[in-house]
């Protein structure tokens, strides 16, 4: 396995470097064989305690306080877990990502380069006697991998910034997922098949037969590609480790993605599939200025400490939400009033069913968004698309506080999105449905438990 130790693996994020320009080589890599058609971690210390200063690199030019308005013994964090460089079909040179995300207000940042057909011995021999397009098609080898993994150990530092090793499972026709907290990667093992990154998934990592035992995998742009990660194949014994679904990917919103071909939500067929996923939100970076534009996806995390184990329970518990606006806060809680049960946080189940159930939501920016004019949508399992429970009209300001009628017997989960009613979706779903205008965040579902 090759191991190179570039004198500057270890650039630190206190260079602060500013974005060099770069020339894409997406086109190049998509002329190929259409592999790419678009493109153990720890530490238990650095636990935020009140009051907390966060450094200049840490915090955003414009966002909201760090602390609930809701909930307590969390800190937000905002994240970026999708992002590519030269070591596969991305174009900047990976020395410089994790310093630039930083740089950028970014307080946790994965480099996810794709994993397609070089986890072997040949792999690094290939990608040296290639051109360097192979990259683009090949994906990571396990020199890569090991200097991905070095990279992210110089940049981490607990309490201001956590920088993590992932990588992009990325099978052409069903669909990518990345990958996150694993010793290993791998590559797709069956063309067309979901069944062997499920199974690998649960394999412990070994001396013989790698695995991705403890690791936390998500499902990504979903809908790009047409077989849908074989229609959200499900494996209840991977259920806890598949944590999260992609509804920002870069400026799309994947709400409605294929609903113009005749087919369903993505978020209406993963959840109905039996997954039990977070919603987040990714810029899926290929180009040199990482974390620095605005208008693509970002995560919002809810973390008991800032460190990779706290980034990997904040999204083992699914306590985060997408967006695509840097420095937004959003928390939101629900609690049925006939369970008498207490308020339940997003990603969370939830004792009900049937009768009113309380949301309460906490969203804020900045000054400039005192005042606007939002709605929430409380978004249930519907007939291709998801139903739209009630539509709610609030002002940027002070907790929403509001109350819809829920029922078991309609399907299982809860899910919130936050919308302007003044811009238009640019991937609309059925004519005259209530989420057809511009998304700002979704939080992750309440999953309903009717035993009370």
Known sequence: MCDDHSPHDH????????????????????????????????????AIAP???????????????????????????????????????????????????????????ALTDHATVSDNLLGDVLAGILPPEYKGIGGITQGDWARTGRLADAANRDGRFTAIRGFEWSEPMIGHVNVWFTEH???????????????????????????????LAGFNHPGREPGRFQEFTYD??????????????????YLFEGHGDGLSSPLVAC??????????????????????????????????????????EAMRKRRFFATRTSGLRVDATAQSLSSGGSPARMGRPLQHRRGPVRFRLDLA??????????????????????????????RVGPVVDFKVPIRYGQGDWICVRIADPTQPNATPGPERHPCNNLAIAYTSPWWLDPEV
Request: no cysteine; glycine share 16%.
């Open 236 to 253: 209840p014994r991977a259920r806890k480790q598949m944590v999260s679904l992609e509804l920002f990917n870069r400026e799309d919103d």
């Open 51 to 109: 009051g907390t200063a966060w450094g200049s690199t840490t915090r955003p030019k414009v966002g909201a306080a760090r602390r609930s308005r809701l909930t307590r013994g969390t800190t937000l964090l905002h994240a970026d877990m999708h992002n590519h460089t030269l070591l596969s079909d991305g174009d900047g040179d990976p020395r410089r990502a994790f310093a630039s995300m930083r740089s950028a207000g970014l307080d946790v940042a």
């Open 11 to 46: 650039l630190t994020p206190h260079t602060h470097p500013e974005p060099p320009p770069g020339l894409s080589r997406r086109a190049l890599a998509a002329a190929g064989p259409g592999l790419l058609i678009a493109g153990a971690l720890g530490g238990s210390t650095g």
């Open 185 to 215: 990667y791998v590559d797709v093992l069956q063309a067309g098949l979901m069944q062997p990154l499920l199974q690998w998934l649960r394999h412990e990592p070994g001396l013989v037969l790698d695995g991705g035992r403890g690791g």
């Open 365 to 394: 920016r900045d000054r400039s968004w005192l005042g606007r004019e939002l709605e929430v949508q409380v978004l249930r399992p519907g007939n291709g698309v998801p139903e739209v429970a009630d539509v709610v009209p609030f």
């Open 271 to 312: 959840l109905g599939a039996g997954w039990q996923t977070g919603i987040l939100g990714v810029t899926d970076e290929h180009g040199t200025d990482w974390g620095f534009p605005e208008g693509k996806g970002r995560t919002g995390l809810w973390v008991k400490e800032h460190t990779r184990a706290g980034v990997k």
